[in-house]
C-alpha cells in the first residue's frame, strides 16, 4: 500500500483477534495502528499489553480510522450500524464486513451513506497467515481490501451470491478439518503412537496432503493414485472409511452449515 490506512477494528471477537494478531504478524500494521472495540473491553487487556489501542467506544474509533473492519455477531450488527452511521464520512471511510450472511446492500442500507463496502470472509487462520479469504465488493475498495487480506493468506473475488457457501467451506471449514486431523490422531494412538507424537504426525501428514492439492495441474484424486496399490494398505483404509461414511459426512457438514450461515442475519430481525 503506498499509504497505510488507520485501521479499526469493531468488535473483536476470535476472528477480529486473529485479524490483528495476522496483520501485526505480517508487519502489514503496528499494533498501535489498529484499534479494537468490543462492549466488554477489559476482555481485550492483553491486546492492550500488545500495544493495541482498544475500547468500547465505537464512534470514537470510527472517526480516527479510515478502513472499519465489522466483526461482530450477525445478531449484534443492526445496533453497530446505526451507532457508527453519524460519523461515517464517505469521502474517508471504507468498510469491510467480516459478517456471516449480511449482504452489501443490507449494510448501505443501514449506514445510509456513499461509503465502499467490502465483504471478506476469512477464517481464523488470519492469525498465522494461512487464511483463505473470499471476497466481494460492488465498489472500488476491493483492491485496498485484497491488499489487506493477501498478507495473511490467499484471497479469491467471488459473486456475492457465493458468500454464504464460502462461510461454510472456509470459515466453518477449519473446524472441520482439524475435527479431521484430530480423528486421525486417535487413530495413530489407538494404533500405539503417543498423543503428542500421534497429534505431531497427523497434523504434518495433513499440511503436506493440502500443499499436494494446492499445487498447480493437481487434484486430490490425482495424489491418491500415487499412495493406493493393489491390496495395499491405503486403499484398504480409504474403503472402510468410505464404507463407514467418511465423503458423505463431510459434504453434508458443509452444506447444513451453508443453510445454517444463510439464517443467520435473518432469524436476528
Known amino acids: 500500500m503506498s499509504e497505510r490506512p488507520k485501521v479499526s477494528i469493531l468488535g473483536v471477537g476470535n476472528l477480529g483477534r486473529a485479524l490483528a494478531t495476522g496483520w501485526v504478524r505480517a508487519q502489514l500494521f503496528t499494533a498501535a495502528e489498529i484499534t479494537l472495540t468490543r462492549r466488554d473491553s477489559a476482555k481485550l487487556e492483553d491486546l492492550a499489553q500488545s500495544g493495541h489501542p482498544v475500547g468500547s467506544d465505537n464512534t470514537t474509533a470510527v472517526s480516527a480510522s479510515d478502513v472499519l473492519v465489522l466483526a461482530v455477531q450477525p445478531q449484534q450488527l443492526q445496533a453497530l450500524l446505526e451507532e457508527i452511521r453519524p460519523v461515517l464520512d464517505g469521502g474517508r471511510h471504507r468498510v469491510i464486513s467480516v459478517v456471516s450472511g449480511v ?3 443490507q449494510i448501505r442500507d443501514a449506514l445510509g451513506a456513499n461509503v465502499p463496502v467490502v465483504r471478506a470472509m476469512p477464517n481464523t487462520a488470519v492469525s498465522i497467515g494461512e487464511s483463505m479469504t473470499c471476497l466481494c465488493s460492488d465498489g472500488a475498495a476491493l483492491a485496498e481490501a485484497t491488499e489487506l487480506f493477501e498478507a495473511v493468506g490467499r484471497t ?3 459473486e ?3 458468500m454464504v457457501p464460502a462461510t461454510a467451506l472456509c470459515a466453518c471449514g477449519v473446524a472441520f478439518f482439524l475435527r479431521c486431523v484430530r480423528a486421525a490422531s486417535q487413530g495413530g494412538i489407538e494404533i500405539g ?3 503428542e507424537e500421534a497429534l505431531l504426525l497427523a497434523a504434518q501428514t495433513a499440511k503436506g496432503a493440502a500443499a499436494l492439492a494446492l499445487r498447480q495441474d493437481s487434484h486430490p484424486e490425482g495424489e491418491i493414485d500415487r499412495v493406493t496399490t ?3 494398505c491405503t486403499i484398504a ?3 472402510e472409511m468410505e464404507h463407514q461414511g467418511l465423503s458423505s459426512a463431510m459434504i453434508r457438514g458443509i452444506t447444513v452449515s451453508a443453510k445454517a450461515a444463510e439464517g443467520l442475519y435473518c432469524s436476528s430481525d
Open 230 to 232: 493393489p491390496r495395499g
Open 193 to 195: 503412537f503417543h498423543p
Open 103 to 105: 449482504s452489501i446492500r
Open 156 to 158: 479469491l473475488v467471488i
Open 237 to 239: 483404509g480409504l474403503n
Open 160 to 162: 456475492e451470491q457465493m
